[in-house]
């Protein structure tokens, strides 16, 4: 191959990239919860993938994805600077499958605020949907398990 046609070769292969299309948002739940443990128990099993310093707190932030294969739920916790005895919990997604069997029927509710039975799970609720008892509730402390 000579110059010439490496030239038209080269420039025929560098055709002008696409914009990148942006990703949808995920729905994205976040709870305040008066809790003397960081990681609060909510029925699904994750694993940790990450930790790091967040700006202005002693406090790390520590990042959980779902365990089971293919769902893409993640969820950070995070204890406030302003009260330490806060964990600031945020779910990102929606789980693709049921919560552990161990954890339906009478056990599920241990794991609920007061109040929150009957309402869909943070990470089950549809972007955009509004519940005011769920609203109201995501300030309200409740003791852990």
């Known amino acids: 191959m000579n110059l010439t046609d490496w030239l038209l070769c080269r420039c025929r292969n560098n055709k002008p990239k696409k914009k990148a299309e942006k990703r949808p948002r995920l ?42 294969p293919k769902c893409g739920v993640k969820k950070r916790v995070e204890r406030s600077y302003q009260d330490p005895s806060t964990v600031i919990t945020t779910y990102e997604g929606q789980h693709t499958h049921h919560s552990p069997a161990s954890l339906r029927g009478s ?21 955009g949907v509004f519940h005011p008892e769920l609203m109201s509730m995501m300030r309200m402390p409740y003791p852990s398990p």
């Open 107 to 127: 056990a599920a509710h241990l794991f609920m605020p007061p109040g929150l039975h009957g309402l869909p799970p943070p990470h089950l609720i549809p972007p």
């Open 27 to 68: 729905p994205r739940v976040s709870f305040l919860t008066k809790s003397e443990v960081d990681h609060l128990e909510d029925g699904y099993r994750w694993r940790k993938y990450g930790q790091k310093a967040v700006k202005n707190s002693p406090y790390p932030r520590s990042y959980y994805r779902c365990t089971t």
